[in-house]
T-cell receptor, first 115, second 112 residues
Framework: DADVTQTPRNRITKTGKRIMLECSQTKGHDRMYWYRQDPGLGLRLIYYSFDVKDINKGEISDGYSVSRQAQAKFSLSLESAIPNQTALYFC??????????????FGPGTRLTVL | GEDVEQSLFLSVREGDSSVINCTYTDSSSTYLYWYKQEPGAGLQLLTYIFSNMDMKQDQRLTVLLNKKDKHLSLRIADTQTGDSAIYFCAEAAYTGRRALTFGSGTRLQVQP
């Protein structure tokens, strides 16, 4: 079984709809992240959480919100989707234990299309 | 702020060596990473190097770090068609909190 799972894997929605992307992990890591990937722009950080009570904005948080329901679950919401939020979204985890603890482990991604 | 730059595309022939380059700006980076993304998949950690090292070798992969020039490279020996993917360089940007900053990715195309 995959250590980091994302649901759904693909989603097509319309402008103005509310969308939630979910991420679950079985690695026991405290830290979780949401990124979006756009062609030629690499990965950009949307939000990150270092534990259940710690939520932080990344470089492109506008138009997004998150919820850390438990250590293993981190959800990303688009309150009112717009077409330029069409992208590939990745969840990642790390244990942050120092040393190479910033190593991040990625889910398979959710492809979101906003029409 | 932190910035990580990579060239967008590299094409090599099967059996040749590939060298993917990356430059970064944050001198406080402690770890630098290489991730691989195959089509339709998430990112997979390939290797990482600690900032006090100059080189790290792992089977066909060699990572070189030039701290003075803030330059990182990934060499893949005997490149195979299965190495075709997008390769991302990333740094652990320590600004009180640790989050990775990724380059835009280099698409490696291996021709038979």
């Amino acid at each position: 079984d995959a250590d980091v799972t994302q649901t759904p894997r693909n989603r097509i929605t319309k402008t103005g709809k509310r969308i939630m992307l979910e991420c679950s992990q079985t690695k026991g890591h405290d830290r979780m992240y949401w990124y979006r990937q756009d062609p030629g722009l690499g990965l950009r950080l949307i939000y990150y959480s270092f534990d259940v009570k710690d939520i932080n904005k990344g470089e492109i948080s506008d138009g997004y919100s998150v919820s850390r329901q438990a250590q293993a679950k981190f959800s990303l919401s688009l309150e009112s989707a717009i077409p330029n939020q069409t992208a590939l979204y990745f969840c990642a985890t790390s244990d942050g234990a120092g040393g190479a603890g910033d190593t991040q482990y990625f889910g398979p991604g959710t492809r979101l299309t906003v029409l | 702020g932190e910035d990580v730059e990579q060239s967008l595309f590299l094409s090599v022939r099967e059996g040749d060596s590939s060298v993917i380059n990356c430059t970064y700006t944050d001198s406080s980076s402690t770890y630098l990473y290489w991730y691989k993304q195959e089509p339709g998949a998430g990112l997979q950690l390939l290797t990482y190097i600690f900032s006090n090292m100059d080189m790290k070798q792992d089977q066909r992969l060699t990572v070189l770090l030039n701290k003075k020039d803030k330059h990182l490279s990934l060499r893949i020996a005997d490149t195979q068609t299965g190495d075709s993917a997008i390769y991302f360089c990333a740094e652990a940007a320590y600004t009180g909190r640790r989050a990775l900053t990724f380059g835009s990715g280099t698409r490696l195309q291996v021709q038979p």
